[in-house]
């Protein structure tokens, strides 16, 4: 009996971990802050390929000193089936910014637009 239970806690856990952050919002915050604090691996697991390859480029010019307050405010969230728009304000940058995220195997990631694409905000 104490094996089932301790088996179902575990269960429970390991289902719960899995639902963290897995909403766009969500995700959009942790990009950003881990964009602005230069924390790679971090933007790496949130975003596609091609996604952080963007990224991690510009990283390298825009990052803020570690620890600095991001003050993420969501403005407007737009989700069409697989695709979602996140528009939303740090105090790192003075206009809003737009992400915009895909679900990839139940994950939601940040990946780029083409500059043509435009968002639904």
Known sequence: MKRIAICSLVALFISCAGTTNSDPASVAEIVAESFYQGKEATLK??????????????????????????????????????????KYSTSYDKTPGIFKLVKQDGVWKVTVRDPKEKAPL
């Open 45 to 86: 697991k949130h975003t596609t390929p091609e996604g952080f390859a963007t990224f991690s480029n510009l990283q390298k010019i825009f990052a803020k000193p570690k620890g600095s307050e991001s003050n993420f405010k969501l403005i407007d969230e737009v989700t069409e089936g697989d695709v979602a728009w996140i």
